[in-house]
Every structure is written in structure tokens, then in C-alpha cells.
T-cell receptor, first 112, second 113 residues
Framework: SQQGEEDPQALSIQEGENATMNCSYK?????LQWYRQNSGRGLVHLIL?????REKHSGRLRVTLDTSKKSSSLLITASRAADTASYFC????????????FGSGTKLNVKP | GAVVSQHPSWVICKSGTSVKIECRSL??????MFWYRQFPKQSLMLMAT?????????EQGVEKDKFLINHASLTLSTLTVTSAHPEDSSFYIC?????????FGPGTRLTVL
């Protein structure tokens, strides 16, 4: 990827379990965002965390950011089959905001 | 949230032909739009930054003569894949933003035979 790697590349869990995905990036960032993408479809924005924030919550989602390690994690709690999708982190690196580089993505499969 | 549309949603063309993909911001003006390419089972790769009224800025390794970008108005950017070849087959996605949140179009699937 242009910016960094995500791990795991693929994750398979049972419904109700938590899913954790990690993202590492290479350069300084303005903010980091997480997106989901269902197979062959467009992107859905999940959550944004700014470079001066360390943790953010939105419903069943929890995102952390460690700028010293250039890494972020996305936790989905109490997963559902409908959470099955690919998840990407995107870092906003532009001088003018909104120029995004995407991580390599994690393909999550939640088994019912 | 803001809406970004793309047209067409899918296109099949013969090798050697050119294909134009449109990206529109429907309810806001965007001086800057971005074009991404996504190969199957891979991540999105930023191709270029489309700037209204000026030349596009291309990422390293992206051929500007191959992928022509025109941002003629504050609500429309077009990507033309010239002399398309099978290896250009991909999912092309644009994005635009009225503020600090980026909104993505639904994507255009290009298949070159």
C-alpha cells in the first residue's frame, strides 16, 4: 500500500466475538480514518481520529491512535454477521486536508 | 452527509479505446477531488489530485498521459483512461470533501477486453 500495512490481512470470528484490526503508517498525519467496504462496493466512513487524540468511540467501534508508534487499532465489539466486510485505515497526509493514503486492509468474516 | 456520484457505475470496453468516468459532488462545491484505483482484493491506491481550474497532481508511478483528469467545474471531475488495456481493468473511485470529512463516490468498475 502507499501508506502502510494492516494486520491481520484476514480475520474470521464467530458472531458475538470482538474483532481487532491494526494499522501502521509511515508518515506524519493530520488524522486517521477507518472505512469499511463490502465486496465490490463503495466505501463507508466509520470513524475519524485526529492526530492529537488517543482514543475514540462510536457505538460498537473503538479506535486508538499511537502517533509515537505510527499505529492505530479498530475494535469492533459484539460482532455481527453484517459486519463482514473489508476494513481500511486511511491517513490524511496532505498539506491541504483530505489527501488520503490507504492501508492494505483487513478482510473480516463474521460467522453466524 | 454530502453525496458524491460517479458515472457510469460500470463499463466494458475494447482494448485500445478510451473511457471517460465522471465524478460529481451533488450538494456541495469541491475545488479538489481525488481519484483512486482498486484492483481486486487489494487496497485503494491514490492516483491523482484533481484541482479545479488547474492541472491535476499525479502520484508517483501514475502516467498522466494515460489517465487524463479534467476538473472543469466546482462539481465535476472527469478521469479518462486513454488507449485502455486489460491491465487497466479496475475499480475506480473518486472522493471529494466540503469540509474535513472525505466522501467517496460509489465507484466505477472498468473492464477492458
Amino acid at each position: 500500500s502507499q501508506q502502510g500495512e494492516e494486520d491481520p490481512q484476514a480475520l474470521s470470528i464467530q458472531e458475538g466475538e470482538n474483532a481487532t484490526m491494526n494499522c501502521s503508517y509511515k508518515t506524519s498525519i493530520n488524522n486517521l480514518q477507518w472505512y469499511r467496504q463490502n465486496s465490490g462496493r463503495g466505501l463507508v466512513h466509520l470513524i475519524l481520529i485526529r492526530s492529537n487524540e488517543r482514543e475514540k468511540h462510536s457505538g460498537r467501534l473503538r479506535v486508538t491512535l499511537d502517533t509515537s508508534k505510527k499505529s492505530s487499532s479498530l475494535l469492533i465489539t459484539a460482532s455481527r454477521a453484517a459486519d463482514t466486510a473489508s476494513y481500511f485505515c486511511a491517513t490524511d497526509v496532505g498539506y491541504n486536508f483530505n489527501k488520503f493514503y490507504f492501508g492494505s486492509g483487513t478482510k473480516l468474516n463474521v460467522k453466524p | 452527509g454530502a453525496v458524491v456520484s460517479q458515472h457510469p457505475s460500470w463499463v466494458i470496453c475494447k482494448s485500445g479505446t478510451s473511457v471517460k468516468i465522471e465524478c460529481r459532488s451533488l450538494d456541495f462545491q469541491a475545488t479538489t477531488m481525488f481519484w483512486y484505483r482498486q484492483f481486486p482484493k487489494q487496497s485503494l491506491m491514490l492516483m491523482a489530485t484533481s484541482n479545479e481550474g488547474s492541472k491535476a497532481t499525479y502520484e508517483q508511478g501514475v502516467e498522466k498521459d494515460k489517465f487524463l483528469i479534467n476538473h472543469a467545474s466546482l462539481t465535476l471531475s472527469t478521469l479518462t483512461v486513454t488507449s485502455a488495456h486489460p491491465e487497466d481493468s479496475s475499480f475506480y473511485i473518486c472522493s471529494a470533501s466540503p469540509d474535513n470529512e472525505q466522501f467517496f463516490g460509489p465507484g466505477t468498475r472498468l473492464t477492458v477486453l
